[in-house]
């Protein structure tokens, strides 16, 4: 590969212990000079990190190297000998600069293709963490990534085989209006041995640094993570609900989730190469996150990073960014409950909506009215489920009326179902919902904001009426679910082990129908507390 500067490092001593205190310098010929810490062209470089970018600085203190890996945007991944000495060779633009390497390796493992596009997004956040920017409020003020990725691009590639784009819209929210990869072409050699690594995970030495790789480095490195997020943490607003569910979450038993990784991991894999989809983008996306699973088991729960939503999220890519079906494969063992009809019930009563709330209570099958009223057969009904459920999210908030039934007509004739959906918006349920929305939208643009379940003022100022809207709703979805929490507290007999919004998954230990008649229990008696008619579904997986 074609690199800007091909002369090799003299020695290409990265862990050089014999001279520990050497430094490579660029020299005016294009190739390296070996200098010690008097040189003068040392003066005021040594630990900048963004001096490397700018001078192609290399360190080879072994105990400088460590420092500058020090800050990582992620948990470091563990290789084989073997592939972090092919990378070396191959890649000699990287130099020992850690924002390289850093980048490097976020592309190669933790990146997980868009599931429109099939390119790899690349927020500005990660590329902040990567160079040890400040994260404040879950953004990165006044930092340009710009540099980075003309470095990158230059040193470490070429324009021909890495490739980038700007504000692309994303189908994950948690990378809307990122950049994308959308080109990024490896040596065949090399991409050879990267898709072995892959699949062997074999770990010898972190692939940043070339330090020797251990269980307990690695989990230190985990925790420090943790650390750091926890700090930006600080500078947000968090509920007392759900600081309580991540207070759980987060220091829960870990066995669960090694147990299965070792009994379910090699089958949803194979799950996964099995899968039915139009682009073969989508089974990597599936591949990568479980391979991301497999370096960190247990998800780390953090809130939401501009505070306008209550919910937590898992870091990164985990368990529940799988597919349904191949999260079903890698969790077989655990139960999992969702709410019932957890929006609509909601909705309905926060905005008045008294048929609907009627209907619920009367525990009328809301699926089975839209399969009626669209003529849906039997055999078609699972497929229907997922187009109505996955789409009808739009009707609760911002989307127009043409633009619903175009969502679910697409849907539809993705499952090979065609039918006519224009008249969606004559469904006795999505009609009345649309009617109390619009009445909603107006009292919230007029008072600038509106209540929650808890008291709570939520101001709208500068944010759209939907996001205020979905803010009230997921805050009723979560203090549903507190109860559950609370309840697990008390016992070992079951861990609550995945979170899901507006459902959780659950590890019996013992006791199973017991607890799993207690924890329904408690739900619907804070649904009618709260006055929502739902309560939980129960799925064995």
Not at 183 to 204: H, M, S
Not at 231 to 247: C, Q
Not at 323 to 342: M, P
Not at 485 to 502: G, N, P, Y
Request: some cysteine; hydrophobic content about 35%.
């Amino acid at each position: 590969m074609i690199v800007a500067n091909e002369t090799p490092h003299p020695a290409n001593r990265f862990m050089s212990e014999e001279a520990p205190d050497t430094y490579l310098v660029p020299n005016a010929d294009g190739g390296w000079d070996e200098v010690g810490l008097k040189d003068p062209r040392l003066k005021g470089l040594r630990g900048d990190v963004r001096s490397y970018l700018k001078t192609s600085l290399v360190i080879t203190n072994k105990v400088a190297l460590r420092n500058q890996f020090a800050r990582k945007a992620y948990t470091p991944v563990g290789v084989s000998r073997e592939f972090y000495q092919l990378t070396r060779k191959t890649f000699r633009g990287l130099y020992h600069n850690p924002a390289r390497w850093q980048l490097l390796e976020y592309i190669l493992f933790h990146a997980v293709p868009d599931e429109r596009t099939g390119h790899l997004p690349i927020t500005q956040t990660t590329l902040a963490r990567i160079e040890g920017a400040k994260i404040r409020g879950g953004k990165a003020r006044n930092y340009s990534a710009i540099p980075l990725l003309w470095w990158f691009q230059n040193q470490v590639m070429t324009p021909d085989t890495f490739q980038w784009s700007e504000a692309k819209k994303s189908a994950s929210k948690a990378t809307s209006k990122c950049r994308q990869i959308t080109k990024f072409v490896l040596p065949p050699e090399y991409e050879a041995a990267w898709r072995k690594q892959r699949a062997e995970d074999k770990r010898e030495v972190f692939f940043c640094g070339g330090l020797k790789w251990s269980k307990p480095a690695h989990e230190a490195w985990k925790l420090k993570r943790r650390q750091d997020k926890h700090e930006e943490e600080k500078t947000l607003v968090i509920s007392e609900s759900a600081r309580n569910i991540l207070d759980y979450l987060n220091h829960s038993n870990p066995r669960p989730f090694q147990q299965i990784l070792r009994s379910n991991y090699a089958h949803a894999v194979e799950k996964a190469k099995s899968l039915e989809v139009d682009a073969d983008h989508k089974i990597e996306r599936e591949l990568r996150i479980l391979e991301e699973i497999r370096r960190s088991p247990q998800p780390y729960y953090f809130p939401s990073d501009l505070g306008h939503s209550p919910r937590i999220y898992p870091a990164g890519m985990n368990i529940a960014s799988l597919k349904k079906d191949i999260r079903k494969a890698y969790t077989r063992g655990w139960v999992e409950a969702d709410l019932r009809t957890a929006q609509l019930a909601i909705n309905a009563k926060i905005w008045g909506a008294d048929k609907i709330l009627t209907w619920l209570e009367d525990e009328v099958d809301v699926w089975e009215t839209f399969y009626e009223y669209f003529d849906i057969a039997p055999v078609e009904k699972g497929k229907a489920k997922g187009a109505f459920k996955n789409n009808l999210y739009a009707v609760w908030y911002q989307r127009k009326r043409v633009i619903i039934a175009k969502l679910l007509e697409e849907a539809l004739r993705k499952s090979q179902i065609k039918r006519d959906m224009s008249v969606i918006t004559e469904h006795p349920i999505v009609k009345e919902i649309l009617e109390k929305r619009e009445e909603a939208r107006w009292q919230i643009t007029r008072d600038d904001g509106m209540e929650d379940c808890l008291g709570n003022w939520i101001k709208r100022g500068q944010r759209s009426v939907a996001s205020v809207m979905a803010q009230a709703a997921q805050t009723a979805e979560m203090e549903l679910l507190v109860p559950v929490v609370e309840m697990a507290r008390t016992t070992e007999d079951f861990q609550v082990v995945l979170f899901q919004h507006d459902g959780f998954s659950v590890k019996f230990r013992r006791n199973k129908d017991k607890w799993q008649e207690m924890i329904g229990e408690v739900v619907e008696k804070k649904a009618k507390e709260m006055g929502f008619p739902t309560g939980l579904e129960w799925e064995e997986l």
